[in-house]
Structures are given as structure tokens and as C-alpha cells.
């Protein structure tokens, strides 16, 4: 990979733009500084050649945009996007001006907040098991036969595999609903093994703490029966794209 | 899923962002979310893609079933509270308001939870009860709210 430039995020033009102390990617980063595209400005640095998806540059590009938005909206890039240079980057950017001028209106004043939850299996599983009387005896009757014939173990797993999934897709809708008046808006995020909800709010500044308090509450009233995790404030990574669903 | 619980559990000790401390828990919305803008080019995630992509098929398989199948055999059913483990105890929570779980709770989230949790409960049983746009398809507006409820805070604009 020839020299290029690795791009955080961008800024309106009255971000303060305070870049000095924060660190850059690479082994031995190089100083962050921006490149203007119309009013915008966009938080660059010089690419490392040996750019990689490691621990250390994630956290550096994530932590270089928590120092950004700290200051003032900030439209966070995906991790590793690279461009020829600096020309490129103020054609690019001043071509999708007013698009992402748009995004930078709709995260101000507001950050991200990200919550995953996870079922207890033994919990979830009683409950489903409780909640329909075919399973529980089809589950009696296979462990009268300590555990049955694999086929039988099958298709009694598979069932009891759609009715979780179906209660997953039941504690997700009731976990939103609960949250959503404390939020603008809010995406779902990627799949995550052993995590049946993964959802991203755009929360207004002065909501956090309330929009935490509920997380908090909802994760006390299911204590045992499903774990919720609250992360953020966060760059509004999941409101920097696509419009997803509103609140 | 007991490593899933453990991470889980460190999860939740963590409140504010810092990259050092817990950057696992939000790395798929650094790999797969933020901007991009289509005609630069990104560092190839080789490996790393991976790890959120087999999430989906994992779901899936006999080995799951089966996994599933022998949990299920292995549950004490028999324990008094196991019957009541949540519909019940929510139940409670939405016949008493804030006495129960809830008390203390503040923000109202707790109630339209359990509202909700137990509404999905009993729709199990119900075939009739029609509330089709309630659950999951990503672009639900309000809550629907039984009228003896409290309502949550509005604090959204």
C-alpha cells in the first residue's frame, strides 16, 4: 500500500478541532490534522503502510473520536477508510456536502448509546418450557428415556430453538419499547453470538443519564432472567449512515 | 454461553466508552458501522468480519439442538419459583405499579417492560389477540400501553 491517509471523521467547520494529544493509528502515529472540503473538515492523519484491523489502531481511532466528539459534532468513519490524499478527500467530501451537512444536524447535541442483552439459558429455557405444555412434555418424555434417540433430541431441540428464538424476538421488542421514549431514534446493530439484542440509540445529551436509568431499571425488574449491557456515550457510529427506524 | 456470560458480566461493570477497558463489546459498531464513503478504499478486516458473521450461523444447527435438547433435560423444573419465574413476577409488577421489581424504579422504563414482556406471554397462549406490528420489525413508533399503566417519562423532544 503506497502512502495514503486514514480518515476518523468529519466536522463542521466551527468544531473546535483541538487535535493536539490525541493519538493517531500506527505503531508510531503521526499527527492528526484536517483537510477542508467546502465548510466541512475532515480529522485525518497519514496511513501507517502497515495498517491493520489490530486492537491498537481500533482503540486509537475510536478513542481519537471520543476526543472529537467531546468537543462538537462529529460524523465518526467506519474503522480503516483510506483515501489517496488530501486532494481526494476535499473533492469527495465537498461533493456530498449537504449529505453529510444533514447527518451532522441529526447527531448534534446527541450521542449514541448501545445496549446488548443476553438471556440466562437455564432461565430462558424454563420459560419457554413453562409457556408451552407440548415442550415440557416432550421434555419429560425424553428424559424418562435419558435423553431419547438422537432424532427425537433433534427435533425437540429445534423446537425448543424456535420457541427461544421467538421469546428473543419478544424481550427485544419489549426492551425497545421500554427505551425508545428515551431516545431520537434507533438501529439495530450486527448479529452477536449469545447476544439476542444489540441495539444503538440516539439519545440527546441531556437524556443520558435518564436514558441509563431506564436501562438500569429494566435491567433490575429481569435480574436473572436476561443480562443488559449500556455502553456510551459513544460516536454516533450507528447514525452516521443510512436512516434507520425513528422513535 | 458461559464465556458469553462472563463477558456479559464484565460488560456491565462498564459505563463510560475508554478505549483501553472494553473495547469487545462495542467493536462490531467500529468494524461495521460509521461512515463510508464509497470511493475510498478500507483496510481488509480479514479475520475480524469473521467473528460477527459466524454469530449467524451458528444459530442454526443440529449441534444447537441437540445442546439445546440436553439443557433442557438437565433443568430443575420441579423448583417451586421455576413456574413463575418471570410471567409471574411480572405479572406483578404491572398489577401493583411500582411495588414489586420496580420499586425505587424511577423512569417508568421498567413498567412498559414488563407490560410488554407479559403482553408477549399471554399473546403466546391467544392466538387472538391481534398486536401484529408489536414485535420486532424495527420501525415501531409508540408502546402500545394498557390504560391502567403508568406511562414512561417523555423526555424525547
Avoid: W
Amino acid at each position: 500500500m503506497s502512502t495514503s491517509t486514514f480518515l476518523y471523521g468529519i466536522v463542521s467547520g466551527s468544531h473546535p478541532k483541538k487535535l493536539t494529544g490525541i493519538r493517531g493509528v500506527g505503531r508510531t502515529p503521526g499527527p492528526l490534522r484536517t483537510v477542508a472540503a467546502d465548510d466541512l473538515a475532515v480529522v485525518v492523519s497519514d496511513a501507517p503502510s502497515d495498517i491493520r484491523p489490530k486492537r491498537r489502531d481500533v482503540a486509537a481511532h475510536h478513542a481519537a473520536l471520543e476526543a472529537l466528539c467531546e468537543q462538537g459534532p462529529t460524523l465518526p468513519m467506519r474503522f480503516g477508510v483510506l483515501a489517496g490524499g488530501d486532494d481526494e478527500i476535499a473533492r469527495e467530501v465537498a461533493a456530498e456536502r449537504d449529505r453529510f451537512g444533514d447527518l451532522l444536524t441529526r447527531i448534534a447535541g446527541r450521542t449514541e448509546m448501545n445496549v446488548k442483552a443476553t438471556h440466562d439459558e437455564p432461565a430462558v429455557l424454563r420459560m419457554v418450557l413453562h409457556e408451552d405444555a407440548t415442550l415440557l412434555a416432550m421434555n419429560d418424555e425424553l428424559r424418562d428415556r435419558s435423553g431419547g434417540d438422537h432424532d427425537s433430541r433433534v427435533r425437540f431441540g429445534e423446537q425448543v430453538a424456535a420457541a427461544v428464538a421467538e421469546r428473543e424476538r419478544h424481550d427485544s421488542g419489549a426492551i425497545v419499547a421500554a427505551l425508545e421514549p428515551f431516545a431520537v431514534e434507533y438501529a439495530e446493530g450486527p448479529a452477536l453470538a449469545g447476544t439476542f439484542l444489540n441495539c444503538s440509540f440516539l439519545v440527546e445529551r441531556e437524556n443520558v443519564e435518564k436514558f441509563r436509568a431506564a436501562a438500569k431499571d429494566i435491567g433490575r425488574v429481569a435480574e436473572g432472567y436476561l443480562d443488559l449491557r449500556t455502553r456510551g456515550p459513544l460516536p454516533p457510529y450507528s447514525f452516521a449512515g443510512v436512516h434507520t427506524g425513528s422513535g | 454461553m458461559t464465556a458469553v456470560k462472563q463477558e456479559a458480566a464484565r460488560g456491565s461493570q462498564v459505563q463510560r466508552g475508554g478505549s483501553s477497558g472494553n473495547l469487545y463489546d462495542i467493536l462490531e459498531l467500529i468494524l461495521d458501522k460509521g461512515l463510508v464513503i464509497d470511493v475510498f478504499v478500507r483496510v481488509s478486516l480479514v479475520g475480524i468480519e469473521l467473528l460477527t458473521i459466524d454469530a449467524r450461523i451458528v444459530v442454526a444447527s443440529v449441534d444447537t439442538y441437540l445442546r439445546f435438547a440436553e439443557a433442557c433435560n438437565r433443568l430443575d423444573l420441579t423448583r417451586a419459583s421455576n413456574a413463575t419465574t418471570l410471567p409471574g413476577l411480572l405479572g406483578d409488577v404491572t398489577e401493583k405499579g411500582t411495588k414489586g421489581k420496580t420499586k425505587g424504579a424511577l423512569t417508568g422504563a421498567a413498567e412498559t417492560f414488563a407490560e410488554q414482556f407479559t403482553n408477549a406471554s399471554k399473546r403466546d397462549g391467544d392466538e387472538d389477540v391481534a398486536d401484529e406490528d408489536e414485535a420486532g420489525n424495527g420501525e415501531r413508533t409508540a408502546a402500545p400501553r394498557k390504560a391502567r399503566s403508568r406511562r414512561p417519562a417523555r423526555s424525547s423532544s
